[in-house]
């Protein structure tokens, strides 16, 4: 089964920027080729909300509203990771970030069958 192992998170403060990571753990040993990579986040007393998704081909991207033109999200085949880059970050950006595998690319939760752990953003000076 596809194991997703998130990374990069951590406390920047508020303009600040951080890179997060979604690998494909050893252990599983399935390739994210052929899935498409979704990221959600989860703030306390909130929903989990979509952040970010690519396509399996790395051809389509797409953005919540709330992150356009400070988040950009990119996959490297090679390394057979995604990656989150968040820039200009504010401090209504803290929350646990997850990274998901599935199908096709999607804001909605429904759309990813695999998730990863979560790692945590903090955005506070």
């Known amino acids: 089964q596809l194991q997703l192992v998130e990374s990069g998170g951590g406390l920047v403060q508020p303009g600040g920027s951080l890179r997060l990571s979604c690998a494909a753990s050893a252990a599983s040993g399935f390739t994210l080729d052929y899935y498409a990579i979704g990221w959600f986040r989860q703030a306390p007393g909130k929903e989990r909300e979509g952040v970010s998704c690519i396509s399996s081909t790395g051809g389509s991207t797409s953005y919540a509203d709330s992150v356009k033109g400070r988040f950009f999200i990119f996959r490297d085949k090679v390394k057979n990771t995604a990656y989150l880059q968040m820039n200009s970050l504010k401090p209504e950006d803290t929350a646990v970030y997850y990274c998901?595998?599935?199908?096709?690319?999607?804001?909605?939760?429904?759309?990813?069958?695999?998730w990863g752990q979560g790692t945590q953003v903090t955005v506070s000076s």
């Open positions: 998901a595998a599935g199908p096709t690319e999607s804001l909605l939760l429904h759309h990813y069958a695999y």
